[in-house]
Structure formats: C-alpha cells, structure tokens
C-alpha cells in the first residue's frame, strides 16, 4: 500500500505507535463520494516507511502466530463425552 505526500501529523502518529494499524478502506465513485460501494476491514499496516513523498506499507490480513491456541478450552459443555458418568 503507497500513499503520495503523506502529512507530518499523520507520520508522527504512526512513529509514536508500537502497536499494529487497523486499517479499513471504503470503494467508491468520484461521482458518488458519498455512496460506499465495499467495505474491506480486518486488515493491518505492517512494516510502515515514511519519507517526504510518500508513504509505504505491508497490508496483513491475519497472522498465525496470533492465533489463539488452544482455540477452545475443553469444558463440560464443549465436550460432553470426557465426564461420562462412571459405572
């Protein structure tokens, strides 16, 4: 992702941040600004560079060392058949 002539308070904040970028972007027509044609979410700013003229990013959907593992936790009620009543 490129973005020509990004401004210094937009460069600041993203230098003044540890954390990941959400970053959300709305379609739409020149003819229509205001009508949103697709939303695309869920997706962050990696690997950021900033300079005078423009700035630059990787685009990451999701990453697999986040996942949370394990992704459920065995309980009574997710699995029924470990507390068999004993005869």
Do not use: C, N
Not at 21 to 30: E, F, K, P, S, T
Not at 55 to 80: D, M, N
Request: charged share 30%.
């Amino acid at each position: 992702m490129r973005f020509a002539a990004p401004s210094r308070q937009a460069a600041d904040e993203v230098e003044a941040t540890a954390e990941d970028i959400r970053v959300q972007w709305d379609v739409v027509l020149a003819s229509a600004p205001d009508t949103v044609l697709q939303k695309y979410r869920g997706f962050f700013a990696r690997q950021i560079e900033i300079d005078q003229i423009e700035a630059r990013a990787r685009l990451v959907q999701f990453e697999f060392g986040k996942e949370p593992y394990p992704p459920r936790t065995v309980t009574k009620q997710r699995f029924p058949g470990l507390w068999r009543a004993q005869s």
